[in-house]
Nanobody, 123 residues
């Protein structure tokens, strides 16, 4: 089992920045990935970013590419999402996700999920 705890969400004005944190505990592996998804009211869960545990390769959704950066600290078993140039359309609940084998953009590929943290961007 893997437990994920997100933090760092909040309210920010458009153009501002926020940094999300996802701390993982429990079973670890050198494979798989940790990533972020988001879900706005009435919308489907959307892929934001993910990072491979083995290679460190990163992947981004088209809507956040160039504005968001995913990174990790293996010593702390933590993944970060630095969000810059935030827009009102970035408003959503952001979920941390992890899997011990899968690396990709599909939300159904990830077995473990955090509770989510709210990000609200005001115009």
């Amino acid at each position: 089992q893997v437990q994920l705890v997100e933090s760092g969400g909040g309210l920010v004005q458009a153009g501002g920045s926020l940094r999300l944190f996802c701390a993982a505990s429990g079973r670890t592996t050198s494979n798989g990935a940790m990533g972020w998804f988001r879900q706005a009211p009435g919308k489907e869960r959307e892929f934001v970013a993910t990072i491979s545990r083995r290679s460190g390769s990163t992947y981004y959704g088209d809507s956040v590419k160039g504005r968001f950066t995913i990174s990790r600290d293996d010593a702390k078993n933590t993944v970060y999402l630095q969000m810059n140039s935030l827009k009102p359309e970035d408003t959503a609940v952001y979920y941390c996700a992890a899997d011990l084998a899968y690396v990709g953009r599909r939300h159904d590929g990830y077995k473990y999920w955090g509770q989510g943290t709210q990000v609200t961007v005001s115009s």
